[in-house]
Each structure stands twice: as C-alpha cells, then as structure tokens.
C-alpha cells in the first residue's frame, strides 16, 4: 500500500469515526462510509429502522434485534440512489460481523477499512475467503505521511 493510500484511508476512517457520533445507541457507536473514486457515495451508522423511535436498547441495556448495523445502512442508501458499489471501498468503525460481511460480499464491495476489531472475527474471516481485500488502521495511528 502507498503512502498516498495510507493517508487517505486514516482520513476516511476518521470521517467514518465522527459519521458514528450520530448512532443513538449507547453500548456502541459505528459508523460506515463508501468509497468510489475517492468520492463518498454512502454513509451510515448503527440505529433503528427509517419511522421508529431512536433507542438502540431495551430496560435491559440489550441491543434491540431490530437495530441496523452501520454497513447495512450503507449499502441500502446505495440500493435507493443511483449510485453502484461495484469495486468501492468500505470504511467501518468496527470489523463487520457474518451478517454484514454477507451483504458486503454482495454489495460488491472490493475492500474494507477498520479501525476497531469486534470480539468475532468470522465476519473478516469470511471477506478475506471471499477475495475482498481487508485492511485494519489503529485508531491510534492518525498520523499523516510525511508528503
């Protein structure tokens, strides 16, 4: 990877990061940008469905099964715009769960950029089988090439 395309996915991964801030949910923020050509064609973030109330969790501080991952998010903003997602890259907050990664793979989503490793990685395992190229940025690490 160049040096060039190093900055450029600390900088996204950043933006996805302040993209998260907007979840309501209070156990995890995760937020998840599309990238094509250097030009973000979708965003999202972890909440609940388009129409309900915006509470993540229940009285027992449980994720609402009904929540939407921020990648599910993404990729139904794409499917409602004219935009493709063939050969994007995907920045995320969190590595994808099984679910998600699913929806990558059939998103056409060539790469994925994250900063946070989630407890399991079957969701990364299964991108990697699936020929996607997967790359983790610390978050820790924000620092810029020198140009």
């Known amino acids: 990877m160049t040096d060039k395309q190093l900055d450029l996915d600390r ?7 302040i993209w998260a801030e907007n ?7 995760v937020g998840a940008l599309i990238v094509k050509g250097k ?3 979708s965003d999202g973030y972890n909440g609940t469905p388009s129409g309900f109330e915006n509470v993540c969790e229940d009285e027992n501080n449980l994720t609402k099964p009904y929540v ?6 993404a990729i139904t903003k794409i499917a409602r715009s ?6 994007a890259t995907m920045y995320v907050t969190a590595s994808p769960c099984i679910e998600c990664a699913k929806l990558i793979i ?6 994925v950029v994250y900063s ?10 299964l991108l ?3 020929g996607i190229d997967v790359v983790y940025i610390d978050p820790k690490d924000t620092k810029e090439s020198s140009k």
Do not use: F, T, W
Not at 68 to 73: F, G, M, Q
Not at 82 to 87: K, L
């Open 11 to 17: 900088r996204y991964i950043r933006m996805a990061s």
């Open 23 to 29: 979840s309501y949910c209070v156990r995890r923020k």
């Open 39 to 41: 030009m973000i064609i």
């Open 68 to 73: 939407l991952h921020a990648e599910a998010n």
């Open 82 to 87: 004219n935009n493709s997602s063939e050969d």
């Open 106 to 111: 059939q998103a056409g989503i060539k790469r």
């Open 116 to 125: 946070e490793h989630y407890r399991l990685e079957d969701g990364i395992e």
């Open 128 to 130: 990697k089988r699936a």
